[in-house]
């Protein structure tokens, strides 16, 4: 930060202060002949009240230092405002002093610009190396626009390299609004490119907040299996760095790993993980011997798995629904009921606020004869959903209604997968997003296959890149605009068309050979090799040395497990949610979500909206628009 030294107030002291605080926070007034010497009231203030301490009635010392500034002045800060009228009201003398020893994170250089600021100074701008100073003052002296202009510079430019910074100091100590919004914008920061940027980079973010981030819904990751291997080596990585006396966080009382044990024990769906996974987690230890993972809960995951397919083998084949849902007087609680949606619709924000949002409003509402309805209770289920995620790569390659399926998974014996399409409107170009159920766990060939875009990902040592369908590389940390999110849920965006739900009827299967050069791609070629691919094991970084029963371990979810099944029925019931980046913050989500429908297989139900994308009247990716396009999908058979 360019910066120049001030004499203030005469008292041949001087600071650091940002050099644009020499600039005249107004333009003086012009005279309209051109023979006054004018000066705005701002600028009088400024000059002659703050740098020059003309006519000062108190003396504020602090840091060592003598301030003359103005009791009328000061009276903007709630701080002085209280103290003027109570204990200095009473005081004659006009010399006051101020400890700060309370807050280390309170800086001589932040109170000198908060004070510069009463006198109509500039706002910190994000050169400002002194913004969460700025924010501790800002609190204690009770200067709510010092307070919002930071916490919105430190929003804005969260990264991987100072998300740990940042939360580290809005989670140890308590500034109110401020430290709310920093911590609700890193987990959404988190949630969205968090798991891809590898282990090493969230040292030194506290533990209250990965705990919080790891068991969301909305927190990308593959599948429930790499979530719990996450998790493990993110343990392992902090009791490791414990041990040898290099943690960033464990002098902080809010750095306590049982914080993420706990959540590896409570917030993991392990229902949906196979038999022999569920057995090898049984092996892991933590100190002192102890399991790392509750027998009880891998017991009872196993219990839930079962009862899920004795409901698919028994169940009437003339049904849709199984019988996994009831309703409750309270919400969902996460622990043995998981809400069930009753109402579609699209939501917008940080991911803490759409869950609040979410078990609030979807309840059932009963009408009454005077045309008013009564809340009478919550849909819930009582076996958790199934969570996986899909980046698909290269958005701006996209060709008008062509689909581009993801890998095709299995869920309570039926077969599923997520696909988008580039869809052209009377107004341009909107993306279309759809839950599949497919008739076999067969890559599909009426489309492209989505090749997995983590193959090389900052996940992986080697490279920090991403390799894209048609072998372009892109960089998965691409910047986008980021800002504060606090506002209420939404149907629609301002100036945008407001998502629709739609359904695909069942498509015929199609072989590659009927699909046709399209460009210079031979799409037949590319699912070829898609399909070569498709199975490529997703990996997290080995930033801890591991054996080769670890190994083995992480080797198990491309085993086939001797409990699958299939659901035999034409027609199932299936509600969904999916989650997706938003286009206009990285530290906000889009939620789009459906209350159960009816799923033939090879049939398709999904949203069409432009809030996922922005193209251009030619159908090009607009500028700023990130090639890569997540979902984090939550399915739940009711």
């Known amino acids: 930060m360019d910066t120049t030294s001030i004499s203030y107030h005469g008292n041949g002291k001087s600071s650091m202060i940002d050099n644009s605080s020499h600039v005249a926070p107004q333009e003086d007034p012009k005279c309209p002949f051109g ?124 990264n991987m390299e100072n998300i740990g910074r940042f939360s580290k100091f809005a989670a140890n100590r308590n500034y109110g609004k401020a430290s709310e919004r920093i911590l609700e914008n890193t987990r959404g920061y988190l949630c969205s490119d968090g798991w891809q940027s590898g282990i090493e980079k969230w040292d030194g973010i506290p533990c209250s ?158 009408d009454q004869p005077n045309g008013k309805s009564t809340e009478i209770g919550y849909h819930v289920s009582t076996i958790p959903p199934f969570r996986f995620s899909v980046a698909f790569s290269n958005v701006s390659d996209l060709e008008p209604e062509k689909r581009v399926y993801a890998k095709t998974l299995s869920y309570a014996g039926s077969y599923w997968n997520l696909y988008i399409q580039k869809i052209k409107h009377k107004k341009g170009y909107q993306i279309g997003v759809y839950v599949h159920r497919a008739s076999s766990i067969q890559p599909s060939k009426n489309g492209i296959i989505n090749r997995d875009i983590f193959e090389r990902s900052t996940n992986d040592d080697s490279s920090s890149n991403i390799n894209g369908l048609n072998g372009d590389t892109f960089n998965i940390s691409s910047q986008s605009s980021k800002s504060d999110i606090s506002g209420y849920p939404r149907l629609n965006y301002a100036g945008e068309s407001r998502p629709k739900k739609v359904r695909k009827e069942r498509f015929p299967e199609l072989n590659a050979s009927h699909i046709t050069k399209s460009g210079n ?71 789009f979500i459906s209350t159960p429908d009816l799923f033939n297989k090879s049939q398709s139900w999904g949203w069409k909206s432009n809030s996922m994308c922005s193209f251009n009247a030619n159908g090009t990716l607009a500028s700023g628009q990130d090639e890569i396009l997540k979902f984090m999908i939550v399915l739940g058979s009711t």
């Open 209 to 366: 907040v990965i705990a919080s981030v790891v068991g969301m819904d909305s927190f990308f990751v593959p599948n429930e299996w790499e979530r719990i291997l996450f998790c493990i080596k993110l343990i392992e990585r902090r009791q490791k760095d414990i041990i040898v006396g290099e943690s960033e966080t464990n002098d902080e009382d809010d750095d306590d790993i049982d914080l993420i044990i706990e959540s590896l024990n409570t917030k993991v769906h392990y229902c949906h993980l196979k038999p022999e996974q569920l057995q090898k987690l049984e092996k892991r230890i933590y100190k002192n011997n102890e399991p790392l993972i509750d027998p009880s809960v891998l017991r009872d995951a196993l219990w839930l798995s079962i009862k899920l397919h004795e409901k698919v083998a028994t169940i009437d084949k003339r049904s849709c629904h199984l019988g996994i849902t009831t309703t409750s007087e309270t919400p969902a609680n996460n622990i043995d009921t998981w809400f069930v949606p009753t109402k579609d619709g699209t939501l917008y924000g940080t991911p803490e606020y759409l869950s609040k949002i979410i078990s609030e409003h979807h309840n059932i509402n009963e």
């Open 521 to 591: 791609r031979d799409l037949s070629f590319e699912i070829q090799k898609a399909e070569e691919e498709i199975n490529t094991k997703l990996r997290l970084d080995e930033y801890i040395e591991t054996s080769d029963d670890d190994k083995e371990f992480e080797d198990s979810e491309e085993k086939q497990s001797f409990l699958a099944y299939e659901d035999s029925r034409l027609k199932t019931s299936l509600y969904y949610v999916l989650y997706t980046p938003s286009r206009k913050s990285k530290n906000a989500l889009t939620c």
């Open 35 to 158: 023979c006054c010497d004018t000066t705005s009231l701002n600028d009088f203030i400024w000059r002659k009240g703050f740098f020059e301490g003309t006519c000062s009635d108190i003396t504020i010392k602090a840091f060592d230092e003598e301030y003359k500034l103005h009791k009328l002045i000061l009276f903007r800060s709630g701080y002085f405002r209280r103290l003027f009228e109570g204990m200095w009201g009473e005081i004659a003398d006009s010399t006051h002093e101020l400890k700060f020893d309370h807050d280390p994170d309170i800086s001589k250089d932040a109170f000198e610009m908060a004070m510069a600021r009463l006198y109509g100074g500039p706002y910190p701008t994000e050169k400002n190396n002194h913004i969460l100073s700025m924010i501790a003052i800002g609190q204690y002296l009770d200067i709510p626009d010092i307070v919002c202009t930071c916490t919105n510079i430190v929003i804005n430019s969260l």
